[in-house]
């Protein structure tokens, strides 16, 4: 049973920064992405970065140049890291795992996900 919990959400103001981690646990798998998705309401859930196996990494445009996804591949965690946020970024950002070799941006490319952490930005 794959698990993915996400943490590190919260309330900042335009300009700041916040870390979300993914800690996965029931996943083996050799070959696999991670991935960050976001929702704000009345939205669709849109990808905002993946990184796979070997640590290849893609990035929304909108996140281009601010965020930054890692991860700690023996601890089976996840991370990103946001700077420069703007009001714009409020939204639910969910954690999301996949067994494949190329990640994809889209949420039907992946088949595990965590509940979400809620990241709100002020002006």
């Known amino acids: 049973q794959v698990q993915l919990v996400e943490s590190g959400g919260g309330s900042v103001q335009s300009g700041g920064s916040l870390r979300l981690s993914c800690a996965a646990s029931g996943y083996t798998y050799s070959n696999y992405c991670m991935g960050w998705f976001r929702q704000a309401p009345g939205k669709e859930r849109e990808g905002v970065a993946s990184?796979?196996?070997?640590?290849?990494?893609t990035y929304a445009d909108s996140v281009k140049g601010r965020f930054t996804i890692s991860q700690d591949s023996a601890k089976n965690t996840a991370f990103l890291q946001m700077n420069m946020l703007r009001p714009e970024d409020t939204a639910m950002y969910y954690c999301a795992a996949d067994r494949r070799i190329l990640c994809g941006s889209r949420p039907g490319d992946y088949d595990y996900w965590g509940q979400g952490t809620q990241v709100t930005v002020s002006s």
């Open positions: 990184i796979d196996s070997a640590g290849r990494t």
